[in-house]
């Protein structure tokens, strides 16, 4: 088992199938190497007792991940009986009344579920830094985030604990982690997974869940595990023709890809993300692809950041006030950020928010212009590598004068506050480019293909057509093979 870590997940159930290991073996290494490394990185911030693993690794199983151990996100994943803690104190204590859609087909794998990973709370960060559990680090370099807010999943990837991981993705919440820790993370299409039985459309169809992994056939298996309609789901989610795990390997054909660093939301990106992006259209045009240079944006980012907040607080406000009434917990039970970014949403005028969310169309239509004629669209996966622990932890006087204005009621002048721009700042100032997949409901991927002269991963992200899941994962399938990453890991641990 010294050999676990080099596996992905659907070599780990080869082994099960073929009766090599046993599922309880696996677990056995997953949690020894989990122990060794947790504690520098504090992925793990729950642990959860699965059921007991047949002990007959050759028994007949239509389950095709049986026995590979597996880790959700501790962010609306439920799993029945155990908390679901949003990164949140509010909800630390309270159990789950029955596994979610994803979770449970997750289970019917027959993935082992032996814990659940850190997350800012409600996820409403791109770093992982919750008052709850502390923050979870970047094997890469412990000084620095592992990005979020699938964070802990993506440390836990990344250190070998598991091959792959829950994640989920409402801003760039799986390109992100992805990028800063080295790994592949596709965020799929809007409606190909359901998001029940509890919720409908997790933040009113922006968000999504899937997995970051190391190999492109990990989450292409992963993807036929959970897209496919659901009785609760309110659309019906179009079948692909073909098994996504059968796109590995297949050719892309030649692609017209649109490449652009320019953000009004960060105008002068990192000389690493840039070279990140340079470095990528090197290796695409090398395999026979065609990459032009775009001198902005296809689409108005300014605006869309604008959206994107505008909804992302209401949002907040409703899960501070759901989480109020299900537990009666009072505001000390949050984070300050959290509470200004619910202040912010109660002071959002019905509609400014309905303005908004009617907006998305426009960025979809903006969108569907560029993919007219072009096949992705390519840019940095964030604008900075990845930055350190607490770099975004507000001065005490700016703390100070936050918490004034939320004592009395203030949130009108909070919105005219220097302490929004830097919250503002701080959210989307180093990841301008993930929100918009999320909007337009497109598919994305982060691609790890670039390290900084420091040692850190800083990936590259790629917009594709609404449904193009299986000819963005050839062309990631195509990169791998063409700059493999999975052998390069951190040294944490040993």
Known sequence: MDDYPGYDAVG????????????????????????????????????????????????????????????????????????????????????????????????????????????????????????????????????????????????????????????????????????ACGLFGLKPSRGLVPSGPAVGEALGGTATDGVISRSVRDTAAMLDVLAGPAPEAPYLGARQATPFADEVGRDPGRLRIGLCTASSINPAPHPEAVAAADRAAEVLTGLGHEVERLDRAPYDDAALARDFLTTWFAHVAYFVDAAKALTGAGDSAFEPDTLVMAALGRATRPVELIRAVEHRHLHVRRLSAFHASYDFLLTPTTATPPPRIGAFELPRAVRTAQEALLRVRGAGLLRFSPIVERLIDDNLGWVPYTQLANITGRPAMSVPLHWTADGLPLGVQFVGRLGEEGRMLRLAAQLEQAQPWADRRPALGG
């Open 12 to 179: 780990l159930a080869q082994l099960v199938r073929s009766g090599e290991v046993k599922p309880a073996e696996l677990l056995a290494a997953a949690r020894a190497r989990a122990a060794e490394v947790n504690p520098a990185i504090n992925a793990i911030v729950a642990e959860v007792e699965p059921p007991e693993p047949d002990p007959e690794p050759g028994a007949a199983s239509d389950a095709p991940l049986r026995g590979v151990p597996f880790l959700l996100k501790d962010l609306q994943q439920d799993l029945a009986g155990h908390p679901t803690s949003n990164g949140s104190r509010a909800f630390a204590s309270v159990p789950a009344a029955e596994n979610a859609t994803v979770v449970q087909r997750w289970l019917d794998a027959g993935l082992v579920v032996f814990g659940k990973t850190n997350t800012p709370e409600f996820g409403a960060k791109g770093i992982t830094e919750p008052a709850l559990f502390g923050p979870a680090r970047n094997p890469w370099n412990t000084d620095h985030t592992p990005g979020g807010s699938s964070g802990g999943s993506a440390a836990a990837v990344a250190a070998g604990i598991v091959p792959c991981a829950a994640a989920s993705d409402g801003g760039g919440s799986i390109r992100i982690p992805a990028s």
